[in-house]
């Protein structure tokens, strides 16, 4: 495998805030090769006061596209020309295509979520009971896919309870069948809604470099093992939330799986060809 980059070399990349330890470049670049495909995979940093031009700079330096990454998932919707449907009504987009300037948004995070389930600890959401921490673009993407799977019931705890209530009131009407209750990130309430729960989703970022030893969790006790712990985030692999989860019995699945899974929905959009799962998982594991 050896790639040539030359004047018809097409740009794709990422657009985060902190992306020094983002898994995507790697991912997508060996997924270019394995291809023989003409394009390459690059890292943005972009401050949030940038965020206009930088989406901006897309069309005028005719990159193809760009995953979009914490914390922009859901500031980047108002600087795009169309937001595809089912990310218009997530509400946060991870994925741009640029079309001759034309940039539409997609969320291929929903998918990579339901797919990690489903391959990797082979958990059925139906009729199930979910209690997610945190209220973000993130969590949007994966609060719509337990809903569209027929979660029975979801409880959003936030640290800003105005965040989880604006899902539940965009959410709701939407999927009358499933129940979204919403909470502030605080100890009452939780020890009772995580013992009926069968799976806990940490969408926060509380718990990524710089601040590994962080979990919104106020009391490791509160885990139990029969729940599923899913924590998005993979660097480090088991960070203290599931290192925590992982010794009160619980199974736990980290961000990895499903940034492979969103990242060959992207890499579709973008080239027009969808690697296996098992050959992109292969290269992180
Ligand atoms: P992303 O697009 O990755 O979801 P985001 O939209 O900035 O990023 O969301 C980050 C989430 O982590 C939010 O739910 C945020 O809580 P607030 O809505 O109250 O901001 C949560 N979060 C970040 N730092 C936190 C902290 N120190 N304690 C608790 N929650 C935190």
Redesign the pocket.
């Known amino acids: 495998m050896k790639r040539d980059i030359n004047g018809k070399t097409k740009i794709i990349g990422v657009i985060g805030k902190n992306i020094e330890n983002s898994l995507s470049p790697l991912i997508h670049n060996q997924m270019i090769l394995k291809h023989s495909l003409h394009f390459c995979y690059l890292p943005f940093q972009v401050a949030e006061t940038d965020l206009n031009k930088a989406i901006q700079g897309i069309k005028a330096l005719n990159i193809r596209g760009v995953n979009i ?7 980047v919707v108002k600087f795009l020309d169309e937001v595809e449907e089912s990310a218009r009504r997530v509400g ?1 987009v991870n994925t741009i295509v640029n079309n001759k300037g034309f940039l539409t948004g997609y969320n291929t995070d929903v998918i990579g979520f339901k797919r990690s389930l489903q391959e990797d600890v082979e958990f059925v959401i139906k009729k199930k009971k979910a209690v997610i ?8 993407g994966i609060i719509f896919a337990l809903l569209e799977e027929g979660i029975e019931e979801i409880c959003i705890f ?3 309870l105005e ?1 989880a209530k604006k899902i539940k009131q965009d959410f709701s009407p939407f999927f009358p069948e499933s129940s979204i209750d919403v909470f502030p ?1 605080k100890e009452e309430n939780l020890k009772n809604k995580i013992e009926r729960a069968h799976i806990l989703v940490n ?4 718990g990524m470099p710089p ?1 590994i030893d ?1 979990t ?1 969790l106020p009391d490791e006790k509160l885990f139990q093992p029969n729940l599923l712990v899913y924590y ?1 985030i993979y660097h480090p692999a088991k960070t203290l939330f599931l290192r925590q989860a992982e010794k009160s019995g619980a199974k736990i699945i980290n961000g990895l799986p499903m940034l492979v899974y969103q990242g060959i929905e992207s890499f579709y959009l973008w080239t027009g060809l969808k690697p296996e799962g098992k050959e992109a998982l292969k290269i992180i594991r």
Do not use: D, I, V
């Not at 990454?69 to 500031?75: D, L, N």
């Not at 969408?203 to 509380?206: I, N």
């Open positions: 990454t914490f914390p922009y998932k859901e500031k946060s921490f945190g209220a973000g673009g993130a969590a949007r936030n640290r800003t965040k990130l969408t926060t970022s509380l601040q962080k919104p998005l």
